[in-house]
């Protein structure tokens, strides 16, 4: 049972409740279809896809187009039924420019005959359900988009898990995705939770939901089953990062560089399960997911997107940005990517476009003042200024020798910091520094 409810460290942005107001009560829409879509064949965790079809060749809804390489990786499927333009490269929200095919929709949502609904669901075993999350493309859909079925398949484990943790927490601000698929769609995330402990073995769920979506706490306390409790949790950021949500629903502390897995837990978004009961009862694929379009934009919403559909096309549903617009920001205002181009697709991965105004704009950093803000907001028990003076001193041991590859990059440190310094980056320099040194 819940031990703690919180954790050490942390904060509470002032937009995590202005932010969310303009979103919190906005059904889920689903988008209009678009006329091309570019999806990319990176927008998992680990190994890239390879694109299997050629242009000129007509696809249909859920057809692979692009096929997983190794136990890390994930197919990847076509999102409109229409033809093959092109094999090509597209920008995703990292900057990076990867493989992508482009289609042409036909707007026939003519489904690929593998898509198929299940009336054998029930009788499955945990090792078929692991198998039709991999064949389906099942990511994590929370923002790290870590192949699913490597979660589930606990047959390798040294210590077997004993409990499901479930993130509904959405702790950054503006975010209200996860909030409203819980409101609408608690069944079917319920039912994905409960496929998942089959595929794992576990006989609990514990679904971490915090006590600022009081909506999504009493939807899915109407629709949980046996061994699924829901817990409401402390509004904090960062409560929904794999560790924080672990101590806070178990008290189990995950050693720092170890995974879940450590401390007999698995961990998956509400998103992810609900993904999950559709590719088991329907056979179907990732094809959509849900984004909020928040900020100064005319009409902020909730919407349901094909993958591979423009992100100009998804502001445009939005009724386009208003004025004063200073931050592009694909994801959260904590662990977003600022973006220079909306010339890019929407992936898996991609929950959330914000258009940010002065209150996105930091000011210019000063001397430290050595006040401590940061080693308090630290989750992971950091002191982020001190290695934020080593880095900048290009002392990238000593940063590291002080904690710095514990660090989560949430961002705490930097928000919580009256001299504006960028603590959070100094960090990453020291990560990306120590990796480069291992290759």
């Known amino acids: 049972m819940a031990t703690t409810q ?89 900057g990076k ?12 949502d003519r489904w690929d005959e593998s898509v198929k609904p ?16 991999r064949t389906c493309g099942i990511v994590g859909m929370g923002g790290a988009a870590f192949p699913t079925a490597v979660k589930l398949d606990t047959s390798a ?6 409990t499901l943790i479930v993130n509904g927490s959405e702790c950054e601000p503006y975010l209200t995705g996860d909030d409203r698929l819980m ?27 915090e006590n600022n979506k009081p909506e999504a706490i009493a939807a899915m306390k109407a ?19 794999e560790k924080m949500l672990i101590y806070s629903l178990t008290g189990r502390r995950v050693p720092n560089g170890a995974l879940p897995s450590a401390v007999q837990c698995v961990v998956l978004n509400v998103a992810t399960c609900a993904a999950l009961s559709s590719a088991v009862r329907e056979g179907r694929p990732i094809v959509d997911r849900v984004v909020t379009v928040a900020g100064r934009v005319a009409k902020p919403c909730n919407l349901r997107v094909r993958i591979g559909t423009p992100l100009l096309d998804v502001i445009d549903q939005a009724g386009g940005m208003t004025g004063g617009v200073r931050k592009l920001i694909v994801g959260g205002p904590m662990m977003g990517n600022a973006v220079s181009t909306l010339n890019m697709p929407i992936t898996k991965n991609f929950g959330a476009f ?36 080593l880095v900048r001193r290009a002392n990238y041991e000593g940063a590291i020798a002080v904690g710095a590859l514990n660090c989560m990059e949430c961002g705490s440190c930097t928000y919580s910091c009256p001299a504006k310094r ?14 480069s040194k291992k290759s």
Request: proline residues 5%; neutral net charge; contains cysteine.
């Open 6 to 94: 919180t954790f050490g460290g942390g904060v509470h942005p002032r937009e995590i409740g202005n932010g969310k107001k303009a979103t919190q009560s906005a059904q889920i829409v689903n988008a209009a279809a678009p006329a091309r879509v570019t999806i990319a064949m990176v927008q998992h965790g680990g190994a890239p896809a390879v694109c299997c079809v050629k242009a000129g060749q007509v696809v249909n809804m859920g057809q692979v187009i692009g096929e997983a390489q190794g136990v890390i990786s994930a197919p990847v499927h076509a999102s409109v039924s229409g033809k093959v333009v092109s094999v090509t490269t597209c920008v995703v929200p990292n």
């Open 97 to 108: 420019s990867v493989p992508a095919v482009v289609i042409d929709n036909d707007f026939e």
């Open 118 to 133: 299940r009336e054998d669901a029930d009788a499955l075993t945990g090792e078929e359900i692991v198998q039709i999350a």
């Open 157 to 162: 484990a040294e210590k077997k898990p004993d």
């Open 183 to 209: 409101v609408e769609n608690a069944a079917q995330i319920i039912d994905g939770i409960v496929l998942a402990m089959k595929a794992t073995g576990v006989s609990r769920a514990l679904v971490g939901i």
């Open 223 to 241: 629709a949980a089953k046996d061994g699924v409790e829901i817990v409401s949790l402390t509004a904090k950021y960062p409560q929904g990062f």
């Open 354 to 389: 914000l258009a940010l105004g002065e209150e996105a704009i930091s000011s210019e950093e000063s001397a430290c003042i050595r006040c401590g803000r940061c080693l308090r907001a630290c989750p992971m028990g950091l002191a982020p200024s001190k290695i934020d003076a």
């Open 422 to 435: 960028e603590l959070t980056q100094s960090c990453r320099v020291a990560k990306a520094i120590a990796k």
